[in-house]
C-alpha cells in the first residue's frame, strides 16, 4: 500500500480504517515500515456484500463503534 500523502490512491485496496493512535503511529510510513499489522486484507467487497452490510443499519445511522474511526480526518484536511 502507498500512503496517500506520497500520491497513494484512495481505493479500496489501498486504504483502511484507523483509530486515531494508530493513525498517528503510522503516519506517512509505508505500512511494512510502520511496524503495524493489518488486521485482514483490504478488498473491494461485491455488490452483494455491500448491500448486505448496509441493511445492517438503518439510513444515516452512525453506530456509536464507529465515532472513533470517522470523522477527524475531516478536521485535519479542512
Ligand atoms: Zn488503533
Known amino acids: 500500500m502507498v500512503p496517500?500523502?506520497?500520491g497513494g490512491v484512495t481505493s479500496w485496496e489501498n486504504v483502511v480504517a484507523?483509530?486515531?493512535?494508530c493513525n498517528l503511529k503510522k503516519a506517512?510510513?509505508?505500512l511494512r515500515h510502520s511496524g503495524l499489522h493489518l488486521a485482514r486484507m483490504p478488498s473491494r467487497p461485491t455488490s452483494e456484500e455491500m448491500h448486505a452490510a448496509g441493511r445492517r443499519f438503518p439510513p444515516h445511522h452512525l453506530h456509536q463503534s464507529w465515532v472513533d474511526y470517522l470523522y477527524w480526518d475531516v478536521e485535519l484536511e479542512s
Open 18 to 21: 484507523a483509530c486515531s493512535p
Open 4 to 6: 496517500r500523502s506520497r
Open 28 to 30: 506517512n510510513r509505508s
